[in-house]
Nanobody, 125 residues
Framework: VQLQASGGGLVQAGGSLRLSCAAS????????MAWFRQAPGKEREFVAG????????GYANSVKDRFTISRDAAKTTVYLQMNSLKPEDTGVYYC???????????????????WGQGTQVTVSS
């Protein structure tokens, strides 16, 4: 599985960005995909995840009600719509996929086998 992330950039606080992650190399019938982020000097943290079958989602408390994760099954692509961005949202955003993941591992970075290259998001104050 290859994951290609795109859509990062520089935006002012309060602005919006939409990240995309296109998966290739296999089709998904289960498991989940997610977005993680890593700020300088900090550990990688879970942002949002989506179950491929059924589309149920999970969010970090820090982004709930501001970010929305969605998927396009036909394109094997996951999106992260980020609204009301804050400077603390700055970081490198990584998409990840685990075709055989179970729900309890949605937020666990070590449970994902496949990772994209990361895309930089910078929010200025």
């Amino acid at each position: 599985v290859q994951l290609q992330a795109s859509g990062g950039g520089l935006v002012q606080a309060g602005g919006s960005l939409r990240l995309s992650c296109a998966a290739s190399g296999r089709t998904f019938s289960g498991g989940h995909m997610a977005w993680f982020r890593q700020a300088p000097g900090k550990e990688r943290e879970f942002v949002a995840g989506i179950r491929w079958s059924g589309g149920s989602t999970g969010y970090a408390n820090s982004v709930k009600d501001r970010f929305t994760i969605s998927r396009d099954a036909a394109k094997t692509t996951v999106y992260l719509q980020m609204n009301s961005l804050k400077p603390e949202d700055t970081g490198v955003y990584y998409c990840a996929a685990e075709p055989r993941g179970i729900l309890s591992t949605l937020r666990v970075a070590s449970a994902y086998h496949y990772w994209g290259q990361g895309t930089q998001v910078t929010v200025s104050s």
